[in-house]
């Protein structure tokens, strides 16, 4: 990134920030801030142990640095600004997950476009709000879901009955939702049949033995409305199910849909092999691949939400929940500040750009295009400002 273009960026990050609220995080005054500067050279330096003492008003500090990243920690201390941990004091911290899209299985950031990327995260970040919500029992009020501005998502929960957690039990809450090394024999409990005897049933009141039996549930009543064949095709699909076992389990389901409700795991032969076959699909399709060292680091700077992604001009986006379904980042999460005119960038790598619901396509040398897609490029760089 040249001078110009550094300039530029620098200009016009601040004009954005003139013209916003930033609403900084609860107990702004116990936390940690730092920002990374539009600097020469390659590499980056990032200003921290910082206080809100030290800022004064984020957006007024915000506007006048226009720094080309900003953060503040997911921890309160007694003293932030203090320059070595042990001497902040360390109070409590948000419990933060990020979902990057460089971290996700299936995905590849050499091969697959930024648009794939992106609904990859939010696939993610779906799953993991379920799980925040169904298995934690975390309210909406509790949790903030933000766009990162590059290529995921970040939820802080400020549930105070985590907020003192350490590294460990943390890991231990990224273990869950990521189902590290979970033992199907631990979603089984052994409980007392109407005979008095005692039976293996799936622990059917929540975490991930009630979403194995809301499966199992869905699944026999999904077979029962098709007819033998294709509930016997259905069936062959699953792991470890071949056509004499498929035969076997149908029957089964068909004569005692009672034990299917029930969670009974000893319902009849096969029934074991269906419900451990079900667990695997369950575990593949809703656990969420955070990023563990985010969630364990009990000090971790994080992006301030409203702020700017120096790696792409888009915005660091706070959303609620009802709005994550419809929320397109390449359209809504664009600077208003950045839309209504054309600027001229030297483009140093030519390709496609899918922004602001079209997908431009830039040609290498000067051109003109609209300002957000300019400012895109140069932050990701792929170009440099030509001068107007």
Known sequence: MNRRTREYLGGRFGDYYRSVDIVPPPGADEREWGHIPFTSGD????VRHQSLLDLGDVGEFLAREAPQHAYFSAAR???????????????????????????LPGVDPDADSYPAMLEASKDALVRLLDLLDRDFGFADSDMEIVFSGGRGYHVHVRDPAVAGLDSKARREVVDYVRAIDLNFDGLIEKRPNERGTLQKTLRAEGGWGGRVHDRLVAYADELREMDEEAALERLEELDGVGEKTARTIRGVLER????????NVELGPGASTLIRALAREVVEEQTSPVDEPVTTDVRRLI??????HGGSGLVVTPLDRDEV???DPLRDAIP?????????????????????????????????????????????????????
């Not at 005692?256 to 029930?262: A, D, I, K, L």
């Not at 992006?303 to 700017?308: E, G, N, Q, V």
């Not at 839309?339 to 922004?355: A, H, K, M, Q, S």
């Open 43 to 46: 590499g980056t330096t990032m």
């Open 77 to 103: 201390y007694d003293d932030p600004s203090h320059r070595t941990m042990s001497e902040k004091g360390w109070r409590s911290a948000d419990l933060v997950f990020d979902i990057d899209a460089d971290h």
């Open 256 to 263: 005692n849909p009672e034990g299917v409700t029930s969670g």
């Open 303 to 308: 992006r301030l939400p409203r702020s700017i």
């Open 325 to 327: 379904e419809g929320f």
């Open 336 to 388: 208003e500040r950045f839309r209504g005119r054309n600027i001229l960038i030297d483009v140093t790598d030519p390709g496609p750009v899918p922004l602001g619901g079209d997908r431009t396509k830039v040609e290498a040398g000067v051109e003109s295009v609209n300002e957000y897609v300019g400012v895109f490029l140069m932050a990701r760089g792929r170009a440099e400002k030509a001068k107007e």
